[in-house]
Nanobody, 124 residues
Framework: QVQLVESGGGLVQAGGSLRLSCTAS????????MAWFRQAPGKEREFVAG????????YYSDSVKGRFTISRDNAANTRYLQMNSLNPKDTAVYYC?????????????????WGQGTQVTVSS
């Protein structure tokens, strides 16, 4: 089993920045991909960004490319999502997730492990 703990959400004005963190514990050796998803009220959960656990290779959705960046602290089993130039459309609950498969799957059903979620609210 893998446990994921998120932190870092909050309220920010448009144009501002936030950094989310996701720390993994347990059977982390099985993780191949960690990803962030978000879900706004009334909408489906959507893929935001992902990182290959070992190599650090990243993949971003078109909606956040150039604004969001993933970094990592291997010693702490933590991955960070730096979110810059936030706008109200980024408002959602953000979840980190992990899977043991190698691909950056965009379907949340393909991820087995989930964090508790953290609210990000961007005011205009």
């Amino acid at each position: 089993q893998v446990q994921l703990v998120e932190s870092g959400g909050g309220l920010v004005q448009a144009g501002g920045s936030l950094r989310l963190s996701c720390t993994a514990s347990g059977r982390t050796f099985g993780i191949q991909v960690m990803a962030w998803f978000r879900q706004a009220p009334g909408k489906e959960r959507e893929f935001v960004a992902g990182v290959r656990w070992s190599s650090g290779t990243t993949y971003y959705s078109d909606s956040v490319k150039g604004r969001f960046t993933i970094s990592r602290d291997n010693a702490a089993n933590t991955r960070y999502l730096q979110m810059n130039s936030l706008n109200p459309k980024d408002t959602a609950v953000y979840y980190c997730a992990a899977r043991e498969g190698f691909q950056f799957n965009l379907n949340p059903d393909d991820y087995v492990y989930w964090g508790q979620g953290t609210q990000v609210t961007v005011s205009s």
